[in-house]
Every structure is written in C-alpha cells, then in structure tokens.
C-alpha cells in the first residue's frame, strides 16, 4: 500500500491524523483502526509526516489577478509582488501570441514567481482579444496591443512604486515591445526571448502551420476549405491585424539603442537581424512552429538564462 | 470587466488562495433571470483555463448572453494554480480542487447546480465530479472515454481501409523515407492513455446514472481523436446500457474534426451545438 492510499483509506474510515512537534497523532472512531492499519502508520510514518506538513503548507500564490484598463475593453492582468518586499525594478513580460501564448503560459508564470522571489516587481498581463482579456480577435488591433503595454507599464508602475522598468517580449511581442518601447522613456531595458524575425516572416510561418492542419483535415467542403485557408494556426485575424502585424519590420530591433537591448535565441537557424547586439544562446527545442497548444515549452535552462539578464543591475 | 451583457471576475479562492479561475456572470440583477446551472469547464491536459484556441473564453461569454454563468478554472498544477503535495493523488488533487470551486460558487452564487464541462481529461474529470457531488445536473463530455460495443471491431477495418487519409500518409512517408528527408515525428496514437485516468466503464455508468435521476442532462461529442474506441454514433448509449438514455443524453460525432477543434468551423459548430442543448436548461 502507498502512502496516498493509507492517507485515503484512514480518510474514508474517519481517522483524523495530525502532526505535534516530530510526532504524529490521530484520533480514530473505536475499532477502525485495525492491527494492520497500525503498522501500515508505523512503517510510512517518515512519509505521513512529510506529507501532512505539505498539506498544512499550502503555498499561497503570491500574485494579484485583476482587469485594467478601457472601460469597455479590460485588459487581464497578474501582479507579483517582491517576496519578501522592498524591490525597485519593475519586470512587464509581454506574453506571445497564439498558440505560443497558450505554450509558454506556465513557463512565464513560473518565471514571474522566480523574479518576485528575487525581490523584482512583475507584471504580466493578456493583450486585448486573447486570453482572459475582454474581446475577441476580430476586434484587436496592432495599435490596440501597443496601447496595452504602455497601460501594463503604466499600471506596474503605480503598484509597484518602481522607475526601473525592463521588458521582456517573446517571439512576435519582440517587435511589440520594441514598438512600445521606441514611443516611451520609461522603458530602461529590453530583453527578448526568440524574437521573429518580422512581421511577414511570422504571418508566413502561421500560415505554414495553417498549411498542415489542411492537409489533417481531408474531409472538409470547399466552402469550408476556403474559410479555413484564411486562418493563421487556426486563428482568425482580421484585415487590419494582419496589416498591422506585416508592418512590423526587422527595423524595429535597431530602433532601440544597443546598450538596452539584449536577446536571449534558443536555435541558431534563426539570426537576429541587428548585429552588435549582446545575445545568450540557450540551445532548447522549443520547436515553435507548430499546431499543437498542449505542447508546453518548459525551458528551464532559458528560465534561468531570463532571470540572470532580468535582474542584472 | 463588464460590457452590456456580462462581467467577469477573477477569483483566487480555495485553501490559502491557491486556486485561481475566472467567473463570468451574465448582467443581470440577481432575482431577475430563471434558475440556471453554472457551467465549470475544468482544463485538459496542461492547458490553462482559458481552453485550446480560447475555446472555454469564447464558450463562458457566449453562455452569458444566454443568461448562464461560469467559472473557468485551473486545476492544480495547470495554469495559474500551483499543483498539489507530490503526496495526494491525482484524483485526490481534483476532488480538492472541486471542493473549493464548490464553495467559492455557493458563496458568491448561493448553492447552485452545476455543469461541469471537460475535454479530453478535463471530461474524465467531470465524470469522475458528476458521481460524487450531488448538484451536478449536467455534463459536457468532449472526447471523453468510451468502450468497444460488439461491432466496433469490423467498423474499425472497413474505415481504415476506405480512408484515404491513411493511404496519402503511408505514400507521404515512403516518399519521405526514400528522398532522405527529414522524417517527420510519429506521434503514438497511444500516448494519451499513459497520462489520464481513464474512468472504468462501470464508474461512467455511475456518473450517467447519477445525472439521469437528478433530472440532468449530458452531451457528448466525439471527434476523429476517438476513432481508437468509439467510431459510431450511439455507440456510448449502447455500452452504457442505462435506461431512459435518449430522453437525457445528446451524443455526436464528427469523424472530420480534429481534437483541440483546431478550425474556427468547427469551433463554431460546437458552440453552437454546446448552446443548443444548454438552451434545454432554459426551456425546462
């Protein structure tokens, strides 16, 4: 029997344990705890331990989920706070887009966690149309997401007190975050994780992606197939988001003075357009160019690459 | 957020704040809308609440409008909710976790009935909640699990060798294989049956007897991701075996669709079948 089973079948018999100092207690119903049981709880009791003090540590997420922004177009955001206080850099990870998005969601989080543990503020946040923000893709906009940094930036910086603003963009957020940050003195660093190349190489790329979910799927009308073929990784984009994504060039990336850029690339098949840049290479297959949203990028090797370029004073 | 026709909220509740969803409630002053069901969409696999291709996001505000209100949930371990001790089971970790979704909705919706809907292990989950928690009225069971019924065997080998899918991948991969080419990865078509826990054909009846005599009501929908076990329409009612199947259970297939309903098309068709046989919670 495992330890997960004793605990269950001690709980179905209503025997209550509980930890007091090093040792363990319990109070059971009379008879329900048999010979058996007895020195089932004398052989895991190590364990037992262990995990009672877990259950009684439950670990509270130290963040702050909220919506901001427009009134009629919230933008959902969480704040982390530093751990143990204090702290005067302030960290806005904007997120990718897509089904990058929905892969790299618990690698970013497990980040923002890393960064408040070592006493950096962080703010992430969903750009309108995606995520738990308000509207759908059919509404956003290029403009509207460079709107939705410079409100996160705005938003970090009147939680957390903090001047010292970084930001981190990945894959196409690169080229947002370069936008956003060419329009704004607030913004003291950039650091970018796998940046596209441009805009039109990464609606290309969707539509590569596009391409192989076509050929899965035989049985479409042509109706249908011709709906389909419009989509980008299976995502709907409206006219002027597609335009607004192609006019975001490799331009943007020398647009920001070198001193404050630094990128972070996973596979040297993709160059950064800008040379003279200060690059980390933490080779990882992330493989983004793919369909599959449950296949969830956990690099931690670039986690850690993040952090030390995030906290780096 | 609130617009014309709902407001959303997130919510970190359960032990210690640990557990984190979003609650969409339709806008309308409480009183003033009939009695309905919440709909729980419970994660699949490692996606986080907001479902695959922003199904659940798109699902709780259409629901909305129709007057439902929903909470979209991380369990433990997926999106923004820490996982459990190593020490509970995942099973434990789920009924945990529903326990808390439970009393957050009681305190801020007082004891409503619930609809849990699930893909893929997220409906392993709601079958395995519907059984135990006596206010779950309904279930949306999106590639849930089912069971081979006497002719599964023979559709099996007529489809497999009238497809011309499989003919179109075997010539692709000798084509790949003799070019040099790099081989694209084989996924195992098995994979999945490692990572959920798959209710027993005993525990599903259980759940879709305890739904049938609280009056409830369940939709299912298979997709071309079943084809493994389930390759009929009515397949599931005839393995089930549970009286009065028809009157409360909706079954679908759809062969053509892919399971994470990767097309807007055919994210479209199920939220529009998914509102349909919601509707039947208003009429009754």
Same mark, same amino acid.
């Given at each position: 029997?495992?330890?997960?089973?004793?605990?269950?079948?001690?709980?179905?018999?209503?025997?209550?344990?509980?930890?007091?100092?090093?040792?363990?207690?319990?109070?059971?119903?009379?008879?329900?705890?048999?010979?058996?049981?007895?020195?089932?709880?004398?052989?895991?009791?190590?364990?037992?331990?262990?995990?009672?003090?877990?259950?009684?540590?439950?670990?509270?997420?130290?963040?702050?989920?909220?919506?901001?922004?427009?009134?009629?177009?919230?933008?959902?955001?969480?704040?982390?706070?530093?751990?143990?206080?204090?702290?005067?850099?302030?960290?806005?990870?904007?997120?990718?887009?897509?089904?990058?998005?929905?892969?790299?969601?618990?690698?970013?989080?497990?980040?923002?966690?890393?960064?408040?543990?070592?006493?950096?503020?962080?703010?992430?946040?969903?750009?309108?149309?995606?995520?738990?923000?308000?509207?759908?893709?059919?509404?956003?906009?290029?403009?509207?997401?460079?709107?939705?940094?410079?409100?996160?930036?705005?938003?970090?910086?009147?939680?957390?007190?903090?001047?010292?603003?970084?930001?981190?963009?990945?894959?196409?957020?690169?080229?947002?975050?370069?936008?956003?940050?060419?329009?704004?003195?607030?913004?003291?660093?950039?650091?970018?994780?796998?940046?596209?190349?441009?805009?039109?190489?990464?609606?290309?790329?969707?539509?590569?992606?596009?391409?192989?979910?076509?050929?899965?799927?035989?049985?479409?009308?042509?109706?249908?197939?011709?709906?389909?073929?419009?989509?980008?990784?299976?995502?709907?984009?409206?006219?002027?988001?597609?335009?607004?994504?192609?006019?975001?060039?490799?331009?943007?990336?020398?647009?920001?003075?070198?001193?404050?850029?630094?990128?972070?690339?996973?596979?040297?098949?993709?160059?950064?357009?800008?040379?003279?840049?200060?690059?980390?290479?933490?080779?990882?297959?992330?493989?983004?160019?793919?369909?599959?949203?449950?296949?969830?990028?956990?690099?931690?090797?670039?986690?850690?690459?993040?952090?030390?370029?995030?906290?780096?004073? | 957020?609130?617009?014309?026709?709902?407001?959303?909220?997130?919510?970190?509740?359960?032990?210690?704040? @640990?557990?984190?969803?979003?609650?969409?409630?339709?806008?309308?002053?409480?009183?003033?809308?009939?009695?309905?069901?919440?709909?729980?969409?419970?994660?699949?696999?490692?996606?986080?609440?907001?479902?695959?291709?922003?199904?659940?996001?798109?699902?709780?505000?259409?629901?909305?409008?129709?007057?439902?209100?929903?909470?979209?949930?991380?369990?433990?371990?997926?999106?923004?909710?820490?996982?459990?001790?190593?020490?509970?089971?995942?099973?434990?970790?789920?009924?945990?976790?529903?326990?808390?979704?439970?009393?957050?909705?009681?305190?801020?919706?007082?004891?409503?009935?619930?609809?849990?809907?699930?893909?893929?292990?997220?409906?392993?989950?709601?079958?395995?909640?519907?059984?135990?928690?006596?206010?779950?009225?309904?279930?949306?069971?999106?590639?849930?699990?089912?069971?081979?019924?006497?002719?599964?065997?023979?559709?099996?080998?007529?489809?497999?060798?009238?497809?011309?899918?499989?003919?179109?991948?075997?010539?692709?991969? @000798?084509?790949?294989?003799?070019?040099?080419?790099?081989?694209?990865?084989?996924?195992?078509?098995?994979?999945?049956?490692?990572?959920?826990?798959?209710?027993?054909?005993?525990?599903? @009846?259980?759940?879709?007897?305890?739904? @049938?005599?609280?009056?409830?009501?369940?939709?299912?929908?298979?997709?071309?991701?079943?084809?493994?076990?389930?390759?009929?329409?009515?397949?599931?009612?005839?393995?089930?075996?549970?009286?009065?199947?028809?009157?409360?259970?909706?079954?679908?297939?759809?062969?053509?669709?892919?399971?994470?309903?990767?097309?807007?098309?055919?994210?479209?068709?199920?939220?529009?079948?998914?509102?349909?046989?919601?509707?039947?919670?208003?009429?009754?």
């Amino acid at each position: 029997m495992t330890t997960a089973e004793l605990l269950a079948q001690l709980q179905q018999l209503g025997v209550e344990l509980r930890v007091e100092g090093e040792g363990l207690r319990f109070r059971a119903p009379a008879g329900a705890l048999t010979e058996t049981l007895r020195a089932e709880l004398a052989r895991c009791k190590g364990e037992i331990l262990e995990a009672l003090r877990d259950r009684t540590s439950v670990k509270r997420p130290g963040y702050e989920a909220f919506f901001f922004g427009p009134d009629d177009q919230k933008i959902f955001a969480q704040y982390h706070a530093p751990v143990r206080g204090g702290g005067r850099t302030l960290v806005v990870i904007c997120p990718p887009l897509f089904s990058d998005f929905m892969r790299t969601h618990l690698a970013l989080r497990d980040l923002a966690m890393a960064l408040a543990e070592r006493g950096l503020h962080v703010l992430r946040f969903d750009y309108r149309g995606t995520g738990d923000s308000s509207g759908g893709l059919e509404q956003a906009t290029v403009a509207n997401w460079l709107e939705d940094i410079a409100f996160a930036v705005r938003e970090g910086r009147e939680r957390s007190g903090s001047a010292d603003v970084r930001l981190l963009g990945i894959r196409a957020s690169a080229l947002l975050a370069c936008r956003s940050m060419g329009a704004s003195s607030e913004v003291g660093r950039l650091i970018l994780w796998d940046p596209v190349p441009d805009g039109v190489d990464y609606l290309q790329e969707m539509r590569r992606v596009q391409g192989g979910l076509l050929e899965q799927h035989l049985h479409l009308t042509r109706a249908e197939r011709r709906e389909a073929a419009r989509e980008y990784a299976g995502y709907r984009l409206s006219e002027p988001l597609q335009e607004g994504i192609r006019s975001l060039d490799a331009n943007l990336y020398s647009s920001i003075p070198m001193s404050k850029l630094h990128v972070l690339s996973t596979s040297s098949a993709v160059k950064f357009p800008v040379r003279g840049v200060s690059q980390d290479m933490e080779r990882c297959d992330c493989n983004w160019e793919t369909d599959s949203e449950d296949r969830m990028v956990l690099p931690r090797l670039v986690s850690e690459r993040l952090i030390t370029c995030l906290t780096m004073s | 957020m609130s617009d014309h026709v709902l407001k959303e909220e997130p919510l970190q509740f359960g032990e210690g704040g @640990r557990l984190f969803g979003i609650l969409t409630l339709p806008n309308t002053a409480p009183g003033q809308g009939p009695e309905l069901p919440v709909f729980v969409f419970l994660t699949a696999g490692f996606l986080h609440r907001v479902g695959p291709l922003r199904l659940h996001v798109r699902l709780a505000r259409e629901l909305a409008e129709m007057g439902f209100s929903s909470l979209r949930v991380d369990l433990a371990g997926t999106g923004d909710t820490p996982p459990r001790p190593a020490s509970m089971s995942y099973q434990q970790s789920v009924v945990a976790d529903f326990k808390g979704i439970v009393d957050v909705l009681d305190s801020r919706l007082g004891r409503p009935s619930f609809v849990l809907a699930g893909l893929c292990s997220g409906a392993d989950n709601a079958i395995m909640l519907a059984m135990r928690e006596p206010r779950v009225v309904g279930m949306v069971l999106l590639d849930s699990i089912c069971f081979p019924d006497p002719g599964f065997r023979a559709r099996e080998i007529f489809q497999k060798c009238s497809n011309p899918a499989r003919y179109l991948s075997w010539l692709k991969h @000798r084509f790949e294989a003799l070019s040099g080419a790099p081989v694209a990865e084989r996924i195992d078509p098995e994979g999945w049956r490692h990572w959920r826990e798959l209710p027993t054909l005993e525990e599903l @009846r259980a759940a879709f007897n305890s739904i @049938r005599s609280r009056g409830g009501r369940v939709l299912s929908v298979f997709t071309g991701q079943t084809l493994q076990y389930y390759n009929r329409t009515g397949q599931l009612g005839q393995v089930l075996n549970v009286d009065g199947y028809r009157e409360f259970c909706a079954e679908r297939f759809w062969p053509e669709v892919e399971h994470t309903y990767s097309l807007e098309v055919h994210r479209r068709r199920l939220v529009a079948e998914i509102k349909t046989w919601a509707g039947g919670f208003i009429r009754t």
